[in-house]
């Protein structure tokens, strides 16, 4: 009895897994092709905040 319930928890542990998501995932990928949603531009300010940082950390 004691291995049928541990059969049973562990088959809804991993069944709890199988959830459908709330967006639909992509079927047909295109290799090489970025799917996601375009990046925001950036303004100068904070391309200029980037390079200060960027100069810092150089050795």
Known sequence: MRG???IA????VL?????E????RP???EKGVY???PDT?????ELRALQ???ATQRF
């Open 15 to 19: 069944l709890a897994g199988c959830q």
């Open 35 to 37: 799917q996601g949603a």
């Open 4 to 6: 049928l319930s541990l």
């Open 27 to 29: 079927i047909h990928i």
């Open 52 to 54: 200060q940082r960027t």
């Open 41 to 45: 531009p950036r303004t100068e300010d």
């Open 9 to 12: 928890a562990a088959s809804v």
């Open 21 to 24: 998501d709330s967006a639909p």
